[in-house]
């Protein structure tokens, strides 16, 4: 398994959750750690991603301030801080690693987690 994410859960809006990516040596050499989202019914959407060299980060509009992506590459470890959860983010995650370009573009992405799923109840 190239990455693995967890720390999923069932939370109330306006919780948080911590999820955690974790990978290989290899998955982690890749450019760009990424995360995206699916609900049921719906296409797999960009949510956050942080770029290996100088760990600048990306946010859809929907989660800017409110999620932090980070990265820790000695440890092949990633993470996804998800703070005043609505709702609507509720999803399966999933993190996925890139070789680069458009980081919004899940097409690509060429190693992903199998996904854990976040639920925020009203």
């Known amino acids: 398994v190239q990455l693995q994410a967890s720390g999923g859960g069932l939370v109330q809006a306006g919780g948080s959750l911590r999820l955690s990516c974790a990978g290989s040596?290899?998955?982690?050499?890749?450019?760009?750690l990424g995360w995206f989202r699916q609900a049921p019914g719906t296409e797999r959407e960009f949510v956050a991603a942080?770029?290996?060299?100088?760990?600048?980060?990306y946010y859809s509009d929907s989660v800017k301030g409110r999620f932090t992506i980070s990265r820790d590459n000695a440890k092949n470890t990633g993470h996804l801080q998800m703070n005043a959860l609505k709702p609507e983010d509720t999803a399966v995650y999933y993190c996925?690693?890139?070789?680069?370009?458009?980081?919004?573009?899940?097409?690509?992405?060429?190693?992903w987690g199998q996904g854990t799923l976040v639920t925020v109840s009203s």
């Open positions: 996925a690693a890139s070789k680069g370009g458009d980081v919004t573009r899940k097409e690509l992405y060429d190693l």
């Open positions: 040596v290899y998955a982690f050499n890749r450019h760009v």
């Open positions: 942080i770029v290996r060299s100088d760990d600048s980060t």
